[in-house]
C-alpha cells in the first residue's frame, strides 16, 4: 500500500502538510466532509500544491514532520522543485536532465542504485559510472534536493566519506533504512527502488 505525504495550499495562502494512503479522497475529505483538519476546514477550498510517495506509513509521518518543522520558504522551494519537474518531463532531452530527474523521483525510505538511475535515463552500464559527477554539477547549480544517500551500490553498500559520514547515518535513520557495521543496507532488496 502505497502512502502519501501531501501539502496543500489553503484559501488564506497558508500550506497544511499530512499524510494519507488514500490522496484523493483524502483531498476531498479537506475540501468538503466533516472528517477534514480544522485548519482546512476553515480555510477551504484547498489546493493539492505536493506529494510525495513513501514506503510505508512510518516513513511517511517522519517525512511529515520534517516538512512541518521548515520554515515557510523551504516548502515553498520544495513545492517549486517538484512543479519544475512536472513541467519538464516531456521537455527533458539531456542525458543528465533525465539522471537528475529519476534521483529526484527516489521515494523517502527506499534507495536505487547508480545503475539504475543510468538505466532509466536511457543510459548503458559504462554510464553509471558519471551519476555522481552529473548530480554533483546539478546539486552546485542549485538543485538542493537531490537525496545522494538513498543512491548506492549495487550490492546495497552505501558510500559514507568521513566529512559526511555523520550527516548520511542520521538521514537513514531518519527514514528507517538500516544500515549494518559494514556500511551495508539490511533490508536492501526489500526497500530497493524499481524505475518504471
Known amino acids: 500500500m502505497s502512502v502519501f505525504v501531501y501539502i496543500l ?12 494512503n488514500n490522496l484523493q479522497k483524502r483531498l476531498k475529505e479537506h475540501n468538503t466532509s466533516k472528517r477534514g483538519a480544522h485548519y482546512t476546514k476553515i480555510r477551504r477550498p484547498v489546493t493539492l500544491v505536493y506529494s510525495e510517495k513513501c514506503s510505508n506509513l512510518s516513513n511517511a509521518r517522519r517525512r511529515e514532520a520534517e516538512i512541518k518543522s521548515w520554515e515557510r520558504g523551504k516548502k515553498l522551494a520544495l513545492i517549486k522543485m517538484k512543479k519544475n519537474i512536472r513541467s519538464s518531463v516531456k521537455t527533458v532531452t539531456t542525458f543528465s ?8 523521483s527516489i521515494p523517502c525510505g ?10 532509466s535515463a536511457g543510459g548503458g552500464a559504462m554510464s553509471a559510472q558519471s551519476i555522481t559527477n552529473i548530480l554533483g554539477k546539478a546539486f552546485e547549480q542549485g538543485e538542493m534536493f537531490i537525496p545522494f544517500h538513498r543512491i548506492v551500490y549495487a550490492d546495497g553498500h552505501v558510500w559514507l566519506s568521513p566529512k559526511r559520514r ?5 538521514l537513514y535513520k531518519k527514514e528507517g533504512i538500516e544500515i549494518d557495521e559494514k556500511g551495508k543496507i539490511k533490508n536492501f532488496r526489500d526497500i530497493l ?3 518504471d
Open 9 to 20: 495550499e489553503c484559501a488564506d495562502t497558508t500550506l497544511y502538510i499530512g499524510s494519507t
Open 97 to 104: 536532465e533525465r539522471v537528475v530527474r529519476a534521483a529526484l
Open 110 to 119: 527506499r534507495v536505487t542504485t547508480y545503475g539504475r538511475i543510468a538505466w
Open 166 to 170: 555523520k550527516e548520511r547515518l542520521e
Open 193 to 195: 527502488f524499481e524505475f
